[in-house]
């Protein structure tokens, strides 16, 4: 089949599924070529991998783009995590900041691992307090719910008595 320099200007410029390189890529389906989107040539279909979802049963690319493809930089510069070129650029501009910041970070924790009297637990200070307030007669959900007040556990034993 040949094409006009329209019809091509069409499939090379357009996307593969607009209206009119759709058309032209079914008139060369039909006659036995397609069009490699990469290379931008015409050539038989079966210079090209088979494939279920392309045009025709065939892919885009032909064998030998696809080849390439392989080997071929794809322009991709992968970045990841700029936190470590990030932090150096930043102790280089700021070396006494950096010191600072360090110096703060291994203060607070060297505190955290000085030993120190453990803490009692809270359920263990809510047994307690149950524990007192059933030993001056309260009931149950009395001695649950109520607030600890130390300074009248005297009066209670007072009026008690």
Request: proline share 5%; hydrophobic share 30%; net charge positive.
């Given at each position: 089949?040949?094409?006009?320099?329209?019809?091509?200007n069409i499939l090379v410029t357009r996307h593969?599924?607009?209206?009119?390189?759709?058309?032209?890529?079914?008139?060369?389906?039909?006659?036995?070529?397609?069009?490699?989107?990469?290379?931008?040539?015409?050539?038989?279909?079966?210079?090209?991998?088979?494939?279920?979802?392309?045009?025709?049963?065939?892919?885009?690319?032909?064998?030998?783009?696809?080849?390439?493809?392989?080997?071929?930089?794809?322009?991709?510069?992968?970045?990841?995590?700029?936190?470590?070129?990030?932090?150096?650029?930043?102790?280089?501009?700021?070396?006494?900041?950096?010191?600072?910041?360090?110096?703060?970070?291994?203060?607070?924790?060297?505190?955290?691992?000085?030993?120190?009297?453990p803490a009692e637990s809270k359920a263990v200070?809510?047994?307690?307090?149950?524990?007192?307030?059933?030993?001056?007669?309260?009931?149950?959900?009395?001695?649950?719910?109520?607030?600890?007040?130390?300074?009248?556990?005297?009066?209670?034993?007072?009026?008690?008595?």
């Open positions: 089949m040949k094409l006009s320099i329209e019809d091509l593969a599924n607009s209206f009119e390189s759709a058309q032209l890529r079914d008139k060369l389906i039909a006659e036995g070529l397609h069009f490699c989107s990469h290379c931008k040539s015409i050539k038989p279909a079966e210079g090209f991998p088979r494939s279920v979802n392309g045009r025709g049963g065939r892919s885009t690319e032909c064998h030998q783009c696809g080849q390439q493809k392989k080997h071929r930089a794809t322009g991709f510069v992968p970045h990841g995590l700029r936190i470590f070129e990030n932090s150096a650029r930043f102790r280089k501009e700021n070396p006494d900041a950096r010191k600072a910041i360090d110096k703060r970070h291994y203060d607070k924790h060297r505190k955290s691992n000085t030993p120190r009297a200070i809510k047994r307690r307090n149950f524990d007192n307030r059933k030993a001056l007669g309260m009931s149950g959900r009395q001695a649950n719910y109520m607030a600890p007040a130390p300074e009248f556990d005297e009066s209670w034993n007072a009026i008690k008595r």
